[in-house]
């Protein structure tokens, strides 16, 4: 028995808690959270299976992978409180509740145990908000982590020197510890007759506390302390060297030679061969094997790579392996202390890997006028960008306001040609800073022609400087444009106009003239030629106009400065109001001239006779009086408005009968499709009368003369469309550049009714997009961004080499389109005249109503009265009132 109360006691005293262990339910545990991780907002809990239950927070059911996180409202947890009391999980974190700012916190699903435990609480309001709505990080940091994490790590063996005494070892023999004191033994012994000697457990009570629990805390001994001692420990590294070599074996030298000549038959032997039989029989077998190769050598090409060709059929028409494009390089003025956006982008003519964009100020039309006074002081520029260093830019051009348009000049591409925002036309001249941007160096003594290394060659450490250049001439105010510049072109060196609008023949073979279209409503053409033949003055004047001249400004255009006028303006009138059409883009006819791959080489010859003798330094000889008009030019063209409208217009003037002056003809047709401005309208360089437009939510696609509609015309897309352009080497691919940083690729011999690939290429607003062809293997595409980025792309195989017949293909498809748009019109015409026969026989039936003689309505009164009486009589039949009827008719 007093074995069993023993055991009975020891078990009672574990099932309670200590005095010195227990905490009183009032006082709060202080929660734990992941300070230590740089967390301090994260409290890790573990819940229950019942608490998942009660706050709706159960794995792969109410959190998931996607959403692993809930939002739970305080009052629930205040709830859950008061039901359960202590024993709630949440009640660790109830003074992080109370005090929470906000009415629902978040609980976070750690599948993975991160923080320790299943759950976490997110404590602030802050970290919710960061935890729902991460950061985006810069683009600069991502491509910055991609660069480290593409270096790779080379080991260096470390190269073993002379050991050189410094008197090292002294310090060494001074830092070392040495044993200074005695080490003290202590030995325990124990009686021998107690080794082995049998061990007796007995009961002890339990009520003792002496005999029942004894505590041992441990406690600092003041008496004994441990002093930590400091150690310098010096370490040098050898590495083990071993010598090891070599010797080949030589063996003996031996020089040797050999002489031989071939056998040939006799005379006698080589006539006596001809004529025997076993030839003529050998011939006679072979000729005709030989005739067939002979053949198929000529039917087939035996030199062909079939390697190349092999799949090639199905690499275009929808093969999905390499459609995407390639991240090439990125450009971003990171010198510029305002925010730009790109307005314009254009690729040198001739120098590869050279690429100019023009930067604006992104602001509106309120905030300009806010901030005029500061704009002033900050330049605007065209950037040149070089592949070969991708942060300074070569050369800056500078104008008085932003540029939203510019163009390299066909015939010399160092003369580039801008419009402003507040409607000026600017000139630049480069032709003296073009040492910087093309390097012409000599050969060697083999080879003395000069020869071209462009731009991306050059190493960067000779380009860290860039050079602004001033511009040669700008266009009067008052005469020009009233708003901003949104198109410019050069006129083709082919033909001029004149300021009726005609066309003659360009004697002096260099583009001359401009067009321009802007907001304010007007179309204008402009001629860099002065407008009357210049007389010579003398000595003294030239003097000190020269001295006027600065220093840095090139003379090309000094005629032109500040006294610019239009040739012309054209205005698109909307009829009978008032009202004119706002352009936007404008589309010549000979537009399509310069996709053309042959063009190049007359380009870089155009250029290279240029820098030997500039044609645009002797052009103050004036326009000529007798030029050869040209009868059978086109002189209609496309015209973009900001309504979202497609004008067909001719930009040859007439007289008005009534007043006599000189007026824009009326438009030859005008279509209404795009639900917004139009960003784009751009000729296919494959077919002269194909056009692409592109705008608001919508494209569509146009031939010139088909007066009906577009032959193609997309659905409204999910977001709109701000710009694009043809391929130039595949005639059924388009790029469009979307507001949400997307680029839609179509192409036409895939898909007709969407694109065939839609690419994210950045995060904000494409504002423009160019492609160029490097090379025959090699093509680029430039997208540029509302926050001021150049993105170059690398177009691949699939979108830049034509299949087989790809041109007849698209152009069978642009025929049958417009067969189906006759099919279409022919049937509303055939649905009018069926509803305007319809519409006439409705009309006849009424007149026929309306002229009945007077017997025949007199015969439908009768009947009329007939059926009524004959109604009458049954319903009184029905009542039993025929007999009443009968007395008052007998009476009668």
């Known amino acids: 028995m007093a074995t069993k109360t023993a055991k009975q006691g020891k078990k009672a005293t574990r099932g309670k808690k200590p005095p010195n262990l227990t905490l009183p339910v ?274 087939t090409n035996t030199f062909i790579d079939d390697w190349k060709c092999l799949a090639e059929e199905e690499g275009t028409f929808g093969d999905k392996t390499d459609t995407y494009l390639k991240e090439y390089q990125s450009f971003t003025d990171l010198h510029s202390p305002t925010e730009k956006m790109i307005t314009c982008v254009s690729w040198h003519p001739t120098i590869f890997g050279l690429i100019a964009v023009s930067v604006a100020e992104r602001l509106s039309f309120e905030e300009r006028v806010q901030f005029s006074g500061k704009l002033l002081l900050q330049p605007s520029l065209i950037l040149f960008w070089s592949f070969s260093d991708p942060i300074h830019p070569q050369l800056m051009l500078e104008s008085p306001d932003d540029i939203f348009c510019f163009q390299f000049c066909p015939s010399d591409p160092n003369i580039i040609a801008g419009g402003c925002i507040n409607g000026q036309v600017i000139l630049w001249d480069i032709t003296a800073h073009a040492d910087r941007i093309e390097n012409i160096k000599s050969g060697g003594s083999r080879s003395k022609k000069a020869t071209l290394k462009p731009m991306f060659i050059l190493e960067p450490e000779s380009n860290k400087e860039a050079m602004y250049i001033r511009h040669c001439a700008v266009s009067s105010i008052e005469n020009g444009h009233k708003k901003v510049i949104t198109d410019i072109h050069w006129l083709s060196d082919t033909f001029e106009v004149n300021r009726l609008g005609s066309v003659f023949e360009n004697r002096n073979g260099i583009c001359c003239q401009l067009i321009t279209c802007s907001a304010d409503c007007t179309i204008c053409f402009w001629d860099i030629r002065p407008q009357k033949i210049s007389t010579p003055q003398p000595t003294e004047k030239k003097k000190e106009e020269s001295i006027e001249i600065p220093f840095d400004v090139p003379s090309t255009f000094l005629h032109l400065d500040l006294s610019w006028k239009p040739l012309s303006k054209v205005r698109l009138s909307k009829g009978e109001t008032s009202l004119d059409h706002c352009p936007t883009k404008v589309s010549l006819n000979e537009e399509h001239l310069l996709y053309k791959t042959q063009d190049k080489a007359l380009a870089q010859s155009k250029a290279a006779k240029a820098g030997e003798m500039n044609p645009y330094q002797n052009l103050e000889g004036g326009i000529g009086d007798h030029l050869k008009p040209i009868d059978d030019f086109c002189t209609k063209f496309f015209v973009g408005t900001e309504e979202g409208e497609l004008i067909y217009t001719d930009w040859k003037m007439e007289r008005d009968p009534e007043t006599g002056r000189l007026m824009t003809k009326k438009p030859v047709s005008l279509y209404t499709v795009h639900d917004g401005a139009v960003h784009t309208v751009q000729r296919s360089p494959f077919y002269n009368d194909i056009i692409l437009t592109v705008g608001g939510w919508n494209v569509a696609i146009w031939k010139e003369n088909v007066t009906i509609g577009p032959l193609l015309q997309s659905c409204c897309a999910p977001k709109r469309y701000t710009s694009g352009h043809w391929s130039l080497t595949r005639p059924g691919v388009f790029y469009i550049g979307r507001e949400d940083g997307f680029v839609d690729i179509w192409d036409l011999l895939e898909k007709t009714h969407e694109p065939a690939l839609s690419q994210n290429i950045c995060i904000t607003v494409i504002t423009y997009i160019k492609p160029w062809t490097f090379s025959s293997k090699q093509q680029f595409i430039a997208i540029a961004d509302y926050y001021g980025t150049l993105h170059i792309l690398e177009i691949p195989w699939t979108l830049s080499h034509p299949s087989t017949n790809e041109i007849s293909s698209v152009n069978h498809y642009f025929e049958r389109e417009v067969k189906h748009l006759e099919y279409v019109e022919q049937r509303k015409s055939i649905r009018e005249q069926e509803k305007k026969e319809m519409e006439l026989e409705k009309e006849k039936k009424k007149v026929k109503t309306y002229q009945k003689s007077k017997e025949q309505m007199e015969v439908e009164m009768k009947i009329d009265y007939d059926s009524y009486l004959e109604l009458e009589k049954t319903v009184l039949m029905n009542l039993g009132l025929d007999k009443v009827i009968e007395k008052m008719s007998f009476i009668e």
């Open 26 to 299: 009032s006082e709060e545990v202080e929660p734990v959270n992941m300070e230590s991780m740089g967390h301090p907002e994260i409290y890790p809990l573990v819940l229950t299976v019942k608490t998942q239950e009660i706050f709706h927070c159960r794995p792969e059911e109410d959190v998931t992978d996607e959403q692993p996180y809930k939002l739970i409202s305080k009052d629930t947890f205040f709830e859950d409180f008061r039901n359960r009391g202590p024993i709630s999980d949440f009640y660790p974190v109830k003074k992080i509740i109370q005090e929470y700012p906000g009415d629902e916190l978040l609980l976070v699903y750690d599948k993975d145990f991160k923080y320790g435990l299943n759950f976490y609480l997110i404590g602030t309001e802050e970290g919710k908000e960061n935890y729902l709505n991460p950061p985006e990080v810069p683009e600069e940091q991502e491509e910055h982590k991609e660069h480290i994490s593409e270096e790779v790590y080379i080991y260096k063996p470390p190269v073993s020197k002379p050991w050189v005494s410094l008197g090292s070892e002294k310090e060494i023999e001074e830092e070392s510890v040495k044993e200074s004191t005695k080490q003290i033994k202590y030995m325990i012994s124990r009686k021998r007759s107690k080794f082995g000697a049998p061990i007796k457990f007995s009961d002890q009570n339990v009520s003792n506390v002496k005999d029942a629990y004894i505590e041992c805390t441990a406690y600092p001994d003041k008496n004994f302390t441990l002093k930590q001692l400091e150690k310098d420990i010096g370490m040098q590294v050898v590495p083990q060297i071993k010598d090891m070599s070599t010797q080949t074996k030589w063996t003996y030298p031996k020089n040797a030679t050999t002489q031989y000549y071939p056998r040939e038959f006799s005379e006698e032997e080589k006539e006596a061969f001809k004529q025997s039989k076993p030839l003529a029989d050998f011939l006679d077998n072979v000729s005709v094997s030989v005739e067939i190769a002979l053949q198929q050598n000529e039917i």
